[in-house]
Structure formats: C-alpha cells, structure tokens
C-alpha cells in the first residue's frame, strides 16, 4: 500500500509540473489561444525599414494590436495589422513607424482621427507616414545632397 501512494504522490507531481510547463510556455511565448474577437486591417507605406512582424502596434503607449504579415503591392509596402477587438479607429486615422529609443524596434503608433466613421475589418488606412532611414540622412548629409 506504501508504494501505491509513493506513486500516485510522483504521479500528481509530475502533472503539476508538467501544467506549469504548459502556463509558462504560453505566457512566455505570447500565444494568444483564447484571444477572439480580433480583426485585421491594412496599411500601405513607401518604406518599412526595420518593421517586422509581431511588431506592435500602439495609441498613446498602449498596444492595441501586432503586425501580422509585410508583402510588398506595385512598388509600395502593405502591413497588415491584426488590431484586439476592443479597439477602433476611426477612419481618418494616421498610421507612422516609430522606433523604440534610438536604436531599438520599429513598431507602428497610430494617431486616432476625429471621425465619426470606423475603419471596417479588412479596411486600409489611407494616411501613413513611413520609417526614417538614418543610414540614408547620414549618406546624403556626407555626399552634400542636404
């Protein structure tokens, strides 16, 4: 009887842990199993040096959304956004990439509109301003073209 309950203590054990393991691979991860609701929609830009995937987007230092795929449409770059389903942006709304710091990520800051209209799932932002490429401003500054 001793070693039936040494085994079912082990048993119990290793179920725990082995939840654990699951918990901290979700949360550490960033797998959103449970997140419904979620929309996507699209913004085009001339340049997103730097922008990747998974890349956040934020309004007003609050992320609302992720960058869920880059493709490049008849010389121009189009991000689709997947946006949580709690937000909404209105259809004036204007989409830059921003960096984190000086050197760090590229994420996308949306500045809301004044509009009483919302961009619809699978909607385009229309205004955008894209990313500064510092490499570019340094190259024309030393070649004159300032």
Do not use: H, W
């Not at 054990?13 to 797998?31: D, N, P, S």
């Not at 085009?44 to 007003?60: N, P, Q, Y």
């Amino acid at each position: 009887m001793k070693r039936f309950s040494l085994e079912l203590i082990v048993g119990i054990f290793l179920i725990i842990g082995f939840l654990a393991f699951i918990y901290l691979a979700v949360k550490l991860g960033e797998v959103d199993i449970l997140r419904t609701g979620d929309y996507s929609i699209n913004a085009r830009f001339t340049s997103v040096t730097g922008l990747k995937t998974d890349a956040i987007v934020e309004i007003a230092g609050v992320q609302i959304g992720k960058v869920k795929r880059i493709r490049l449409d008849d010389d121009r770059a189009v991000v689709e956004l997947r946006i949580y389903s709690g937000a909404k942006l209105p259809d004036d709304s204007v989409a830059s990439i921003r960096t984190m710091g000086i050197i760090g990520d590229k994420y996308i800051k949306i500045s809301l509109g004044g509009s009483d209209r919302y961009i619809q799932p699978g909607g385009m932002i229309t205004e955008t301003e894209s990313a500064i490429d510092l490499e570019e401003l340094v190259s024309k500054y030393i070649f004159g073209k300032i």
